[in-house]
């Protein structure tokens, strides 16, 4: 067999494998992006890069290296979305640039380091989030939308003195009126318990007519 033919059949199991790895991972956590996409991330970049390894010289190359990262980046962009108030698939979109950029590893030939870069994506995949979770008892971020009744403008005065009294820090805070209605928003940071303690508040608060967070 040709040595060339057998170079690239090693590339692309080799692809399989490391976005298998990542994507079964991401298939597990039931993300957008997960076992066959991912894999088929890391195979695309690796073909993408043996090809332009054989094209014409010059800038051809770094041509379609710098496609490539420029191509996955909308498709990165998919996976992140903003639901009430917060921003999701972040982590699915940075893995999906990383399978891009271990499949053009691959495809220049780089297994062993590869290898060791595979190795280090698992362990911030698999690992950090329990670090993560263990930072969320400690501090949590939360955006409060409050709908108070237009005939209760002090009504907001409250809200403040009881994110004071339970120890939140607000980030930024927005309103607006209505002929019914004054609502307001909060972003604010602090302890899980706190952020408990403030929502009992506000429940029991007559001048509170909706709460959402």
Same mark, same amino acid.
């Given at each position: 067999?040709?040595?060339?033919?057998?170079?690239?059949?090693?590339?692309?199991g080799?692809?399989?494998?490391?976005?298998?790895?990542?994507?079964?991972?991401?298939?597990?956590?039931?993300?957008?992006?997960?076992?066959?996409?991912?894999i &088929?991330?890391?195979?695309?970049? *690796?073909?993408? *890069?043996? %090809?332009?390894?054989?094209?014409?010289?010059?800038?051809?190359?770094?041509?379609?290296?710098? $496609? =490539?990262v420029?191509?996955?980046?909308f498709?990165?962009? /998919?996976?992140?979305?903003?639901?009430?108030?917060? =921003?999701? /698939?972040?982590t699915t979109?940075?893995? =999906? !640039? &990383?399978?891009?950029? &271990?499949?053009?590893? @691959?495809?220049a030939?780089?297994?062993?380091?590869?290898?060791?870069? *595979?190795?280090?994506?698992? +362990?911030?995949?698999?690992? %950090?989030?329990? +670090?993560?979770?263990? @930072?969320?008892?400690?501090?949590?971020?939360?955006?409060?939308?409050?709908?108070?009744?237009?005939?209760?403008?002090?009504? %907001?005065?409250?809200? $403040?003195?009881?994110?004071?009294?339970?120890?939140?820090?607000?980030f930024?805070?927005?309103?607006?009126?209505?002929?019914?209605s004054?609502t307001?928003? !909060?972003?604010?940071?602090?302890?899980?318990?706190?952020?408990?303690? %403030?929502?009992?508040?506000?429940?029991?608060?007559?001048?509170?007519?909706?709460?959402n967070?």
């Amino acid at each position: 067999m040709d040595p060339i033919l057998s170079e690239n059949l090693i590339k692309l199991g080799m692809a399989v494998l490391v976005g298998g790895v990542i994507g079964a991972e991401r298939e597990y956590q039931d993300k957008a992006a997960g076992f066959r996409t991912i894999i &088929l991330i890391t195979v695309g970049s *690796t073909l993408f *890069t043996i %090809f332009s390894l054989t094209l014409d010289p010059g800038f051809t190359q770094t041509r379609i290296a710098a $496609n =490539i990262v420029t191509g996955i980046g909308f498709l990165g962009a /998919g996976a992140i979305i903003r639901e009430q108030g917060k =921003i999701g /698939g972040l982590t699915t979109a940075a893995t =999906i !640039w &990383l399978s891009a950029a &271990l499949g053009m590893g @691959i495809g220049a030939g780089e297994l062993v380091f590869v290898s060791a870069a *595979t190795l280090v994506t698992l +362990i911030v995949l698999l690992v %950090f989030p329990q +670090i993560e979770k263990r @930072i969320d008892r400690i501090r949590e971020s939360r955006t409060y939308k409050i709908v108070l009744s237009a005939g209760k403008p002090k009504g %907001f005065e409250t809200v $403040n003195r009881a994110l004071k009294a339970h120890s939140l820090t607000v980030f930024e805070r927005h309103q607006s009126k209505t002929e019914k209605s004054i609502t307001g928003t !909060w972003r604010v940071v602090g302890a899980p318990e706190n952020h408990d303690q %403030f929502v009992e508040a506000m429940v029991k608060e007559k001048e509170v007519i909706e709460l959402n967070y």
